[in-house]
């Protein structure tokens, strides 16, 4: 639906490697995407598929011996690659925001939830403190917190789990940024709360036009959430697509894998009424220091050939659906079996 | 079927992991300091353990001293010409250098006599506490409290007045200053790692108490007492050269680095130097050897370091 | 092996007065008696005298469960769902034996197993292992995999030094772990092998009940699926019977029998798996249901449970659940809700059950 529109972000080939003991290592390998205003954009993973250090690789937080060795990332236009750490540190919390798995990232113990609200605003943009508060009041009030002007007076350690999230998702809003960033930030809180914050996130982004990025291994949340989907392996994105076509259709075996694998998506007992195995992926993800060349999913995949030992080309399937796969699902095998 | 058959167990590649000492020694390595530390604690322990064989004479063999030669500078040769003083001599006619190596053999051999005892009661009464809680736990703390508001020299002072001199004496006054940073130490972390599964895991599979804080809690617990330990030899040592100095450690029959300073104090202002301030620098040096190994340790052991 | 029975409907009522549905042959593997188990310091006596002379205010305690009764048939798979606090964890622990219930009683196959002396717990008590929620701090870090596995073995006369090897060896590759790996750490592991560890130390000692706590919930997704075909595959071979601790709604539809919701201490409802998902009779049960993420790709439009869960500190009188409730009215204010049978086997607590 924003198609026409000129995206907020576009990143193009981004690497990013870290100089180590025994060698270089990829942390993320040519990752390109684009997010639209508001669109959420789903960025999917297990743990080290390079999913969180892409998100840092846009805010500019990777740090020696950590580098972003090529590819470009424009923000409404801006090439961000190469940019000073003071311009970097202007554009953080100002036109792009982040939210982490642990609040407690963002706030700091020791102030209260006004003066660090009021500080956010005011390292920005030049208003009077009552008009700070009052913008903070409003951000909390638009992330579902009751009695705001009570919860500005608190200490986050007078909160509650989820609403220290909501606060940190507040901060967050508060000077209405492009793009906002957000890594696993429900996967610490209980259903019913990662259910509310969900679903007001998708309000926000969508009454505002803030681009988001969200950053999960849950493809459950994303279904719910994200209007676009990128799946990452090993450092690659090695699917995209709509959120229907990536998890109704997928085309690469890795994305089906996670699928058969999510126990939610596949309760179908057997005639003694008995629940099937999981159809998983054998295996473990490799380690980045030792990936295989070619595809890095190969070792585990059902379908994997000899082509696999070069590096698998991105192919569209549909209209904005692309997998980097030598053998894609058709459509047909994508579908639930 | 192939479903529920297992994956692929870990690959072979990652066989080849270093064994946990191999590790620690090889972190250790990475710190230049660390290893001249190292070296140097060898070096004199090495010299206080030899010193009957290393030393030019036996400093308290009086048949071997001679009078005469008392209070000669550095360098002197001795008055029979068989000998030079390379550090000097004391009023007695007393070789320093090896009054110095005997001297070190009873500073080292005191502090570490007595660390190894503080830790072993310390560290058994800290475990207890730590894993059981409840009354034992409250009183054996409020004890330790309030033997570690007083300074630990004021409580040797007070025990030595109390027991007299000896060398056992000061080894116990040592322990009793000591036993209390063992049993905090280890009762703090055994409230950590007590709490962890592995230890709930060891009590579902029916092993005896004894057993799980032997083998699995006390274990977990090492790393920081090894830290402990080692700075508290210096402590230790430090403590008794100052007691004897002040003349409520060892007797004159068993003269250690403090005793030494002490002799040698009363002829500082006429000049001669060498009779305190050489075994001053051997204590100096002792104490930072000991500093140095022990602040690598504390790093090499950091749980945060060593998870990678 | 033959396949264990599925679901037997198990009694799960408040009210003692009403007994116990089992008038099947077999009584309970493990049974669980109106549980109750508060933490808070106990009172000092400095404290108890500030108390008694109404300087200080009594310390707060917290009822982490408020009189829970649980039934679980041999070769059953019991699910136990409920958010953080709710007390299902403490529950957990407390049918294992690492907690002790403030009051309420442990039945193991039908003989109070808190009576018993020292000894004869403790050769019972290995009849109930746990699995734990974090591969890492679940293993001790000192101990090879070989001394993992084979000292409780060891220690309790099960097998003798000359069969540590082969004993070690077959369970290893019981779990899907090569052999070779008896003499590593557990350093050397990722998280997906060591939570297999942790299970192969469990069956070390032959039980016939494995309590899990959020056994699956640190570990990736697809390596989670394979520890989920683990347990049902040792399920099928061992004759097991799981109680089985879980956030995740998915993970516990996919494994249980039968499933129990736990709100704040109290279970509100149970009944036979494919029941409860389908025909979920609490408000709470149906707004865990409706928030749960779900694969299906659609966006939410409503909410079905509005605020946070509220402090065991000061739980709700009446039905704990009655401020997030959509349908409570006055006597859920007032009145705590017993558990009804509504369908064979199916259980609820909730004053709408009736109307």
């Known amino acids: ?337 | 079927m192939s479903e529920t058959s297992p994956p692929p167990a870990a690959s072979p590649a990652d066989s080849e992991v270093e064994r946990p000492l191999r590790r620690l020694a090889r972190m250790y390595a990475e710190s230049r300091v660390a290893l001249f530390g190292l070296a140097l604690l060898l070096v004199i322990v090495l010299a206080a353990l030899l010193a009957p064989w290393l030393a030019p004479q036996n400093p308290y063999d009086l048949m071997q001293l001679d009078m005469l030669d008392g209070r000669l500078p550095p360098g002197s040769a001795s008055g029979d010409g068989r000998l030079t003083y390379l550090l000097g001599t004391d009023e007695q006619g007393r070789d320093m250098l090896s009054a110095i190596l005997y001297g070190l053999r009873i500073s080292v051999g005191v502090g570490v006599v007595a660390t190894l005892m503080a830790l072993a009661i310390g560290m058994a009464l800290g475990l207890a506490a730590g894993y059981f809680g409840g009354r034992f736990d409250a009183v054996l703390m409020r004890i330790a409290d309030i033997q570690l508001s007083f300074p630990s020299i004021l409580v040797a002072m007070i025990l030595l007045a109390l027991f007299g001199q000896g060398i056992d004496k000061i080894v116990i006054a040592l322990v009793a200053a000591q036993w209390a940073y063992y049993a905090r130490t280890t009762r703090s972390a055994a409230l950590v790692e007590g709490r962890k599964e592995y230890i709930e895991a060891a009590r579902l599979l029916g092993l005896s108490t004894p057993r799980i804080l032997f083998r699995h809690l006390l274990p977990n617990c090492l790393p920081p007492l090894i830290v402990v330990a080692a700075l508290q030899v210096a402590a230790a040592i430090a403590l008794e050269a100052t007691l004897s100095f002040l003349g409520l450690g060892l007797p004159v029959t068993e003269p250690s680095l403090g005793l030494l300073i002490a002799n040698g104090f009363q002829y500082l202002y006429s000049g001669r130097y060498w009779i305190s301030v050489f075994p001053g620098v051997a204590l100096l040096l002792l104490i930072l050897a000991i500093n140095l190994v022990a602040d690598q340790l504390r790093d090499v052991l950091n749980p945060r370091l060593q998870s990678q | 092996m033959s396949a264990p029975q599925p679901a037997r409907t198990a009694a799960l009522q408040e009210a003692p007065a009403q007994a116990p549905a089992n008038g099947s042959t077999i009584a309970p593997l493990l049974e669980l008696k109106a549980i109750r188990k508060t933490f808070g310091a106990q009172p000092d006596w400095v404290e108890r005298l500030g108390q008694r002379l109404g300087w200080l205010q009594p310390a707060a305690m917290v009822q982490a469960l408020d009189g829970v009764d649980l039934s679980i048939a041999r070769g059953e798979v019991v699910g136990l769902v409920g958010e953080s606090g709710c007390g299902k964890s403490t529950l957990g622990r407390i049918a294992v034996g690492l907690h002790a219930p403030s009051s309420g009683r442990r039945l193991w196959r039908g003989t109070d197993l808190d009576a018993l002396p020292e000894a004869e717990r403790r050769r019972a008590g290995l009849g109930i292992q746990m699995i734990f929620q974090d591969p890492y701090a679940s293993l001790n870090p000192r101990l090879r995999v070989r001394d993992l596995l084979a000292e409780a073995p060891r220690v309790h006369g099960l097998i003798d030094r000359t069969q540590q090897a082969e004993f070690v060896a077959a369970l290893l590759r019981q779990v899907g772990l090569d052999p070779a790996v008896a003499d590593r750490f557990p350093h050397q592991f990722s998280g997906g092998q060591r939570a297999r560890i942790g299970i192969a130390r469990a069956l070390a000692v032959k039980p016939e009940f494995l309590v899990c706590d959020e056994a699956v919930a640190a570990l990736d997704v697809s390596i989670q699926a394979q520890v989920l075909n683990l347990f049902m595959r040792l399920r099928e071979e061992l004759g097991l019977t799981y109680l089985f601790i879980s956030h995740d709604l998915g993970v516990v539809r996919h494994l249980s029998d039968r499933v129990a919701i736990m709100y704040l201490g109290r279970i509100v409802e149970s009944a036979p798996s494919a029941e409860i998902f389908s025909r979920p009779a609490h408000p709470y049960t149906q707004g865990l249901l409706a928030e749960a993420p779900t694969l299906k790709v659609e966006k939410k439009r409503f909410l079905a449970i509005q605020g946070e869960l509220p402090s065991p500190l000061a739980p709700p009188r009446g039905c704990h659940f009655h401020p997030r409730c959509p349908h409570a009215f006055e006597r859920c204010r007032l009145e705590a809700p017993y558990l009804q049978e509504i369908a064979p086997g199916h259980v609820s607590a909730c004053h709408l059950n009736g109307a």
């Open chain 1, 1 to 337: 639906m924003n198609a026409q529109r000129e995206p907020t972000l576009v990143v193009g080939r981004l690497t990013t490697r870290f100089a180590g003991l025994g060698g270089a290592v990829t942390a993320v390998d040519e990752v390109s995407f684009n997010v639209a205003p508001g669109e959420v954009l789903g960025l999917v993973g297990e743990s080290g598929s390079g999913k969180s250090m892409t998100g840092f690789s846009i805010l500019g937080l990777v740090d020696p011996p950590g580098e972003i060795t090529g590819g470009s990332i424009r923000l409404k236009g801006r090439e961000l690659r190469g940019l000073p750490a003071r311009e970097w540190r202007a554009l953080r919390g100002d036109r792009i925001a982040m939210i982490f798995q642990d609040p407690m990232m963002t706030l700091n113990p020791v102030l209260r939830i006004d003066t660090q609200m009021i500080e956010t605003v005011r390292a920005h943009r030049r208003v009077s403190r009552d008009a700070a508060r009052e913008m903070a009041r409003d951000a909390l009030a638009r992330v579902g917190i009751p009695s705001p002007d009570e919860r500005l007076r608190a200490y986050p350690h007078q909160l509650s789990g989820g609403m220290r999230q909501r606060v940190a998702i507040a901060i967050a809003l508060l000077n209405a940024p492009d793009l906002i960033i957000a890594d696993e930030p429900t996967t610490a809180l209980d259903v019913t709360i990662q259910a509310q914050i969900l679903f007001e996130m998708q309000t926000l982004c969508r009454e505002s036009g803030t681009a988001l990025i969200w950053i999960t291994h849950d493809l459950a949340v994303v279904a719910g959430l994200a209007d676009r989907v990128c799946v990452m392996y090993a450092g690659r994105i090695v699917e995209q697509g709509s959120t229907a076509q990536v998890l109704e259709t997928p085309a690469h075996p890795y994305t089906r894998g996670l699928l058969d694998s999510t126990p939610a998506a596949n309760v179908q007992p057997d005639k003694a009424g008995r629940p099937q195995p999981l159809r998983q992926i054998p295996g473990m993800a490799p380690s980045l220091k030792e990936l295989p060349a070619g595809c890095a999913f190969r070792p585990r995949c059902t379908r994997a050939s000899t082509l696999c030992e070069q590096t698998p080309p991105e192919v569209e399937l549909a209209r904005g659906h692309v997998a980097r796969c030598f053998h894609p699902l058709s459509a047909a095998e994508g579908l639930k079996s």
